[in-house]
C-alpha cells in the first residue's frame, strides 16, 4: 500500500467520528454519578458507557500524533513557520472565541454578573483551558504542538529512539506515574500532556512507519481487536470493582489501575485505527455520515456541551425515572445531532473556520 508522505489518510475521518462520539458518550453519561443511585438498574448502563470511552482525549492525541509525523517526518526541512501559523489561526483563534462565548454564557447566563475581576479570570483561565470543562483539550494539545518540533528533531538525530519510539513512552510514562505519586503529588494530570506521553509515541510511530506497518497491521486485525475487546472487559471490571469498594486498599491498586488503563487506550487507538480502515473500504451512508461527523468533529468539540447545558437545564428537569434516563439518551443525541448541524449550515462560509477550525 504505498503512499505519498502527503498524501491524506481519508479513514481517519472515521476515527475521528469514533473518538468524537467517545467525548459525547462521556458527557452524556457525566450526570450518572450526581443523579443515579448505585442500586439502579440504570447505572450499570452510564457506568460502563462513561468509563468505557475514556479513550476519546488519548484517541484525539494518538491521532494528532499519527498525522503530524506522516506529515513531517519524511521531509528533509519543515517550515516551523507554517507549522506554528496554521496552529494560530485554526486551533487557537476558534479556542480564544469559544472560551469568550463560554466564559458570557456562565457569566451573565447563569451567574447573572459581568465584572472586572471576572475578566481578569477569563484571562487566567483562558492560559490553563479551563473557562470550560471540556476546554482544557486545547491546553493539552497546545503543549503537544510546543514539544512536537523536539520531538522530530530527536527521532531524526536519535535513529535508536526512533526505532524505540513506544519502548521509549513506556518508559517515560512509567517513571512519570511514579515521581508523580511518591513526590510530585499533581491532582490534575489529565492537563498535562506528560499525562498521554505513551499515547504521543504510539502515534508518532506509526506515523513515521505508516506505509511500513499499515498493512501488516490490518492484515492481523483481528487479534488487536481480541486484545482490545479483552483488555477493556478487564478495565471496566476493575473501575467496576473500585466503585464498589472491594479492590484492596494498597498503593498496588494505584498501580494496576495505570496498567490497566493504558493498556486498555492504548488498544483502543489501535483497534479503532484498524475498524476505521475496514469500514472506510465497505463505504456506504453509514460510513459516509460517519465521515462528516468526523471531519466536523472540532466544531463538534467545542459547541454540543452548550446543547447539554440548555437540555439539562430546560429539558431534563423530570421527576419519572423512566423519562429521565431517556431524556438523557435524548439529550446526548441532540447535543451531537445539533453540532453537527451547526458545523454544515456554516462549513463553506468565509469565516467559518473562526469557529470550526480545520
Request: glycine share 6%; with cysteine; aromatic share 18%.
Amino acid at each position: 500500500m504505498e503512499r505519498k508522505a502527503t498524501e491524506r489518510i481519508n479513514h481517519l475521518d472515521l476515527y475521528r467520528a469514533f473518538a468524537i462520539l467517545a467525548v459525547i458518550a462521556i458527557h452524556g453519561t457525566s450526570i450518572y454519578a450526581a443523579k443515579v443511585p448505585k442500586d439502579s438498574l440504570f447505572y450499570p448502563v452510564y457506568f460502563f458507557i462513561n468509563k468505557g470511552s475514556m479513550f476519546a482525549v488519548p484517541a484525539f492525541l494518538f491521532l494528532s500524533a499519527l498525522v503530524l509525523f506522516y506529515n513531517y517526518y519524511p521531509r528533509e526541512r519543515n517550515s516551523w513557520s507554517g507549522f506554528w501559523r496554521k496552529r494560530m489561526k485554526f486551533v487557537l483563534v476558534p479556542y480564544f472565541l469559544w472560551s469568550l462565548f463560554y466564559f458570557l454564557l456562565l457569566q451573565i447566563g447563569i451567574n447573572r454578573s459581568l465584572t472586572f475581576d471576572a475578566f481578569i479570570g477569563f484571562g487566567k483561565k483562558l492560559l490553563l483551558g479551563t473557562n470550560y470543562t471540556h476546554l482544557y483539550f486545547i491546553f493539552v494539545i497546545a503543549q503537544f504542538y510546543v514539544l512536537f518540533p523536539l520531538m522530530l528533531a530527536l527521532v531524526k538525530k536519535v535513529p535508536a529512539i526512533a526505532r524505540h519510539l513506544i519502548a521509549t513512552g513506556i518508559v517515560v510514562q512509567i517513571a512519570f506515574v511514579f515521581l508523580n505519586r511518591s513526590v510530585l503529588h499533581i491532582t490534575t494530570t489529565g492537563r498535562l500532556v506528560i499525562t498521554y506521553t505513551l499515547f504521543l509515541c504510539l502515534g508518532a510511530y506509526i506515523g513515521m512507519n505508516y506505509r511500513k506497518y499499515i498493512d501488516k497491521l490490518y492484515a492481523n486485525r483481528w487479534p488487536w481487536i481480541v486484545a482490545w475487546a479483552v483488555s477493556g472487559v478487564v478495565f471496566l471490571t476493575y473501575l467496576w470493582l473500585m466503585d464498589h469498594g472491594i479492590t484492596w486498599k494498597s498503593d498496588l491498586n494505584g498501580y494496576l489501575y495505570n496498567v490497566l488503563y493504558y493498556g486498555y487506550v492504548s488498544l483502543s487507538c489501535i483497534a479503532l485505527l484498524l475498524i476505521s480502515s475496514a469500514l472506510h473500504a465497505k463505504r456506504g451512508r453509514l460510513v459516509t455520515l460517519l465521515q462528516s461527523i468526523g471531519i466536523g468533529s472540532f466544531a463538534i468539540y467545542f459547541v454540543h456541551p452548550v446543547f447539554l447545558l440548555v437540555w439539562r437545564r430546560y429539558i431534563q428537569q423530570t421527576g419519572d425515572v423512566i423519562l429521565f434516563h431517556l431524556l438523557t439518551a435524548a439529550g446526548a443525541i441532540a447535543a451531537l445531532t445539533l453540532s453537527w448541524f451547526m458545523y454544515l449550515a456554516i462549513r463553506k462560509l468565509k469565516w467559518a473556520w473562526l469557529l470550526t477550525g480545520k
